[in-house]
């Protein structure tokens, strides 16, 4: 490829479900608004606890994406508002010599009450924690050879590297157990922490996935 380029992914914490990715040569609005759109698509309902780092961008394009027209009765375009329900925290790390030494967080929408509230109901502490992201980035360096740094496999086009974070994405989602998502099995069963995938965590298969299965599998075509 001969450049740089930037990799904005998305991951839904609870499940560790990853839920796509964009790339582009610019760290900048488009490239924040084109991944925020897709999740949009996706989500059932607006009501989200959303975690964001340090860039400007992405509070913003959140907020513009996740809102609507509010109806007043009245001729003319009605003013557009924020959906209900969406909560947006920040955190941004300041590092030293490749270690974080500080983490600052804030409620950017909504309270630091309700998004504690959040994160109790869904298990996941107190506080919005940098590290969930820190895992899928780790992940995606270590089966994907472009990414490694110092790594002599470079891929030449933005089609292809985003083809190979779409295989990575899809595999780790389908076909790769995690630790963090094993669960208590009731009394009498075979393995007494069976291990899910993504996928299983998040109800959208009972099965941990082949390669074969997941590669063989009939994507429906767009409407």
Known sequence: MGKKVWMARALAVPSRLWLGG???????R??????????????????????????ASDVTVFRRVFRKPGPTGRRGRPRVRAEPGLLIGQVVTQDAQRRVVRVRRRAVQG???????????????????PADSERPKATFRSSLAPLARRGR??????????????????????CWVHASLRQLAPDGARRQW??????????LTDHCWTMSELLHYPVPLPI
């Not at 964009?22 to 900048?28: L, Y």
């Not at 470079?154 to 595999?171: E, F, K, P, S």
């Open 194 to 203: 069976p291990e899910r995938t993504p996928a299983m965590a998040a109800g």
């Open 30 to 55: 488009q490239l924040i608004t084109c991944l925020v759109q897709g999740i949009r698509r996706c989500a059932v309902s607006a009501a989200l606890l959303v975690g964001v780092d340090g860039l």
């Open 111 to 129: 309270t630091s009450t309700a998004i504690r509230a959040v994160l109790a109901a869904t298990h996941r502490g107190t506080d919005i924690n």
């Open 153 to 174: 496999a470079i891929a030449h086009t933005n089609a292809v590297l985003t083809a190979g974070m779409d295989l990575v994405g899809c595999t780790d989602n389908f």
């Open 22 to 28: 964009v790339i582009s040569a610019h760290r900048d």
